[in-house]
């Protein structure tokens, strides 16, 4: 049967999300308060990252956050401050930091990522699209052997679950990547990975979904939302009044702020990313991460961008010219041959990511609102993700049986 449907949010998670509903037959409007050209999902690293198995609230991280709490340039930094939603968040990331739980989320977090990385492949193969898609693996670069060390028990630990990966020297590593003039003392390979170039694939996905009926509508703020019962009835915009079968919230880091407008309460703190895009020729073949540093380096079409660090410090979007300073320092630390221009630092961009406390998505219904459905929470994921999300939610509202047990990503679980 078909619906209406009103998308929230304009990212990757909302533009997916829109296209596997219209596919099912339903009438679906997107809005968002920008003009779908910013954000966390044209500034990412552009991974399809099936290799990510271990959450971001992983044993260790707490005393990592604690003992960079005030130094403004590590990769992950948290701005100390008194905000209870912030506390209450901190508290359930500490519950959700053991190894038990995180060894639990393993094999969720796999399936969603090699589910994804299958559907990208489809639209790829449809021919609906002409994006830039390479499946090159990922190179987890490391300069310690303590950093070598640590990524290849998680890389033993993929293997397990089915993925293929190597443990490289420096020499196998200048085999494949022969030019970038990488400085390091061996890599841990994850063939599963691919990446993508987000503004190319975000471009063509709003052209197919216009010309296939789907209304993208931008600079439209949510104002009120009007419930009757345990239904949204409609919802209030900057410039319309808008009734709807089904709602979708996809609204990232602005979600549990905007959860409340329905009395749902979802814990999400805002985490921060830079990218740098370098145009010169770098000879970077193959997407990596410097281990160390916790920078993230894709080849994409006609640049290469050097992406990291996650900032929580709340839902702004003030460019903090130390940490963009940081990612340039440790590229060229790691390239010998690279060299990152002042104009180039000067036109970082940043994008604030959804961190569940967990490191799992929300993607489903909550029982206080039947026909709410959240697609959020995706953390670094959320490119990987997106048409997992979308096809879940596709799913969901249309009454079809689920591509994937999507239990471990309830709505309701920390309530």
Known sequence: ????????????????????????????????????????????????????????????????????????????????????????WSCQFKKSATKAKVEKAIPVIKDINLLSRELYQEMKNAQEFDFFHQHKGLLMCYQTDKAGDEEWETGKRAIKEGLKVEHLSRKQVQKIEPNAGLDIKGAVYYHSDAHMTPNNFMEQLKVYLKKNGVSVLGN???????????KVTSITTTNLDIKSDEFVIATGAWSQNFAKKFGIKIPIQAGKGYSINVKKETNIKIPAILMEAKVAVTPMDGFTRFAGTMEIGGINHKMNNTRVQAIANAAEKYYSNLKIESKEK?????????LSPDGLPYIGKSTKCKNVTFATGHAMMGWSLGPATGKLV???????????????FAVDRFS
């Open 394 to 408: 596709s799913e969901i509202i249309s009454d079809k049986p689920y591509s994937l047990n999507i239990y471990p």
């Open 1 to 88: 049967m078909s619906k209406s449907i009103i998308i929230i949010g304009g990212g990757i998670i909302g533009l997916c999300s829109a296209y596997y509903l219209q596919k099912e037959g339903h009438k679906v409007t997107v809005i968002d308060k920008s003009d779908y050209s910013s954000g966390a999902s044209y500034v990412n690293a552009g991974y399809i990252t099936p290799s990510h198995i271990i959450s971001l609230a992983a044993p260790g991280m707490i005393n990592k956050g604690i003992k960079w709490m005030f130094n403004s340039s590590s990769p992950f930094y948290v701005k100390p401050r008194l905000d209870l939603d912030f506390l209450k």
């Open 220 to 230: 439209e703020e949510v104002l009120d939302v009007n419930i009757s019962g345990n």
């Open 346 to 354: 000067e036109a970082a961009r940043c994008g604030l990511r959804p």
